[in-house]
T-cell receptor
Framework: GDSVTQMEGPVTLSEEAFLTINCTYTATGYPSLFWYVQYPGEGLQLLLKATKADDKGSNKGFEATYRKETTSFHLEKGSVQVSDSAVYFC????????????FGAGTTVTVRA | GAGVSQTPSNKVTEKGKYVELRCDPI?????LYWYRQSLGQGPEFLIY????????DSGLPNDRFFAVRPEGSVSTLKIQRTERGDSAVYLC????????????FGQGTRLTVV
């Protein structure tokens, strides 16, 4: 079945540092890939998505590229801010599974001023 | 409101009791999903509705869990004879339809079974 494996945390960074969170997936079909973010005290929000191979999703300075050859969807940001402190979840959905989301375990990121 | 609304936000119940968790999706969204998030884990799929019918309930852990969506809008997740292992955050999400559109999540209900 579908599954997602993402880098374990927690990750602690200084402001303006480079952030990367690794994510790899296993899927039987041709999934869409997502990064969701959960800020403290808030619900899950879609951060970015990519629906086919070589697509790049981007939002709020974050980027991730759908790499079919390595089954990966790594999240990157060049210069993090304190406000980026959150839990980040990699996820996939597949038409064969009615587009229900399969999530990774989440990576907690803390950015220090 | 404009988003997915879940009530209550917190629920503490005694072991063996029955609980109901409510989800009010975004108006017009036909697809509704329930997920369960245990501490330190990502959300796990429970059940999916397309309109009034449960199209996929393969994620429900056992027959103590049941969910309904009688009018194709509000959904209720029902848990009978609660156990301490049921303690988790229960998340609801809705999307316009199932054709690969964005799922919007509610803030969740934190259930604690004591």
């Amino acid at each position: 079945g579908d599954s997602v494996t993402q880098m374990e945390g927690p990750v602690t960074l200084s402001e303006e540092a480079f952030l990367t969170i690794n994510c790899t997936y296993t899927a039987t079909g041709y999934p869409s890939l997502f990064w969701y973010v959960q800020y403290p005290g808030e619900g899950l929000q879609l951060l970015l998505k990519a629906t086919k191979a070589d697509d790049k999703g981007s939002n709020k300075g974050f980027e991730a590229t759908y790499r079919k050859e390595t089954t990966s969807f790594h999240l990157e940001k060049g210069s993090v801010q304190v406000s980026d402190s959150a839990v980040y979840f990699c996820a996939l959905s597949d038409r064969a599974n009615d587009y229900k989301l399969s999530f990774g375990a989440g990576t907690t990121v803390t950015v220090r001023a | 409101g404009a988003g997915v609304s879940q009530t209550p936000s917190n629920k503490v119940t005694e072991k063996g009791k029955y609980v109901e968790l409510r989800c009010d999706p975004i108006s017009g969204h036909t697809a509704l999903y329930w997920y369960r998030q245990s501490l330190g884990q990502g959300p796990e799929f429970l059940i999916y509705f397309q309109g009034t019918g449960a199209a996929d309930d393969s994620g429900l852990p056992n027959d103590r869990f049941f969910a309904v969506r009688p009018e194709g809008s509000v959904s209720t997740l029902k848990i009978q004879r609660t156990e301490r292992g049921d303690s988790a955050v229960y998340l609801c999400a809705s999307s316009l339809n199932t054709a690969n559109t964005e799922a919007f999540f509610g803030q969740g209900t934190r259930l604690t079974v004591v």
